[in-house]
């Protein structure tokens, strides 16, 4: 009896010196915790601090913050709604591929975070969540994205008769955002906000500061950075405003269904034209599977290689051999390529011989290769080049676009209560 009163006591006295959590906020039928806040917070302040940025003051700062929890938050329940997961084993790949971006292994990526007052399961939730929040995204915004042939043609159009297609434009954005029905009292709100802004930015204000301290956009606590954006990259809005905007100008006011945006040239640079470099090869690939082992592949590939050397024709070898159905008939010719377009072990491969020069046998993900490199060249950006690197920034740009939208959408459908 006196044991079980001894813990009874112990655990009265845990909890009076345990401080309690509180909740902040509803998000729907989820709560968000004060703790979640000052983690956030914590993170949020390193982060400005590693890229030298303005903290901005503790006030403003839980406040962005606090509307950065809850927009993930929604974001999970949407993707718990759908069934978007993430399992361990794309979780473990992940972190893997971070410890190795930071020249370690897994253990050692563990103990220097540990070593540094992160609590290492929390950055894998952290992780995690991060990954179905990007699932999330791609399927419900991105997949649905589609650019259509006549899209980059009139681009493409478009870039030639303004000249300009090269200028990069580095942007800063600041939203006053509104309800996408928004009545007079909520615009009249959004205004006057809008207006104690621009006093501040008239009066000398920095734009980061103020951006991170006011705006309501994705990017509000990175100083409302929207990175480098070519002419066909701009979102709709900006795009015939961006340009006319000199480096450190800021726009007037403009409005869309998400609110008023003040966008600002940080600076500005001309895109140079590159050269690709691209390789003439040809190949033979002994495949294996049920009846063809490693060893066995290596060694025919081998036989090959040997008669190629005493003189016989890599082309009618090729033919005869290779089991790439597609090169085989043109004599394991692969055509011109540009980089990227190979998997890198048969690139790095075909990339280190000279003109004229055989490889020895390798082996890549789709089987055992010989590759012979017979010509290289410089080849200014061709037409499909062009038209595909149109179509990528078009689709980028509606992305941007969508996702707007769909976060606006699901922001004016939720319940939230602050506390």
């Not at 990526?109 to 609590?119: A, H, I, Q, T």
């Amino acid at each position: 009896m006196i044991k079980y009163l001894i813990a009874a006591m112990l655990l009265v006295t845990n909890v009076w010196a345990e401080p309690l959590d509180r909740i902040i906020a509803v998000v729907n039928d989820e709560v968000i915790l004060e703790s979640e806040l000052m983690d956030m917070q914590q993170t949020v302040r390193q982060q400005l601090r590693q890229r030298d940025a303005a903290i901005p003051p503790g006030d403003v700062l839980s406040k962005q913050v606090l509307e950065r929890l809850i927009m993930q938050r929604l974001q999970l329940q949407r993707a718990d709604k759908v069934g978007v997961r993430v399992g361990d084993d794309a979780l473990n790949a992940a972190l893997k591929q971070i410890a190795a971006n930071n020249n370690m292994d897994l253990r050692q990526f563990r103990d220097v975070l540990e070593d540094d007052g992160y609590n290492f399961s929390r950055f894998r939730d952290t992780i995690r969540e991060e990954m179905i929040i990007s699932r999330l995204r791609k399927s419900q915004v991105e997949d649905r994205v589609v650019v259509s042939d006549r899209e980059v043609d009139n681009f493409l159009a478009t870039q030639s008769i303004q000249g300009d297609g090269e200028i990069e434009y580095q942007l800063q954005h600041i939203l006053v955002s509104m309800p996408e029905a928004a009545s007079p009292e909520q615009v009249q709100e959004a205004q006057q906000q809008l207006k104690k802004i621009q006093s501040l930015l008239d009066e000398g204000g920095d734009f980061s500061e103020v951006a991170a301290g006011y705006s309501d956009g994705q990017n509000a606590l990175e100083g409302g950075e929207l990175g480098w954006r070519k002419q066909g990259e701009l979102p709709s809005l900006f795009a015939g405003v961006v340009p006319e905007l000199a480096v450190g100008e800021v726009s007037e006011p403009l409005r869309s269904g998400s609110g008023f945006h003040l966008v600002r040239v940080k600076d500005k640079k001309s895109q140079e034209v590159h050269l690709v470099k691209q390789t003439l090869a040809s190949h033979i690939l002994i495949r294996t599977n049920e009846l063809t082992s490693d060893e066995q592949a290596e060694k025919r590939l081998q036989q090959l290689r040997t008669r190629i050397e005493k003189g016989e024709d890599f082309a009618e070898l090729a033919r005869s051999h290779s089991e790439d159905t597609g090169s085989a008939i043109d004599g394991g010719s692969l055509g011109w390529t540009s980089p990227g377009v190979m998997v890198p072990e048969f690139e790095e491969k075909m990339e280190s011989l000279a003109i004229g020069e055989m490889s020895d046998v390798f082996k890549s993900r789709f089987g055992w290769h010989l590759v012979k490199v017979m010509d290289r060249r410089e080849q200014n950006m061709a037409d499909e080049f062009k038209r595909n690197k149109a179509r990528e920034q078009i689709r980028q740009r509606k992305i941007d676009e969508e996702l707007e939208s769909w976060l606006r959408a699901m922001r004016d459908e939720a319940y939230v209560e602050y506390r």
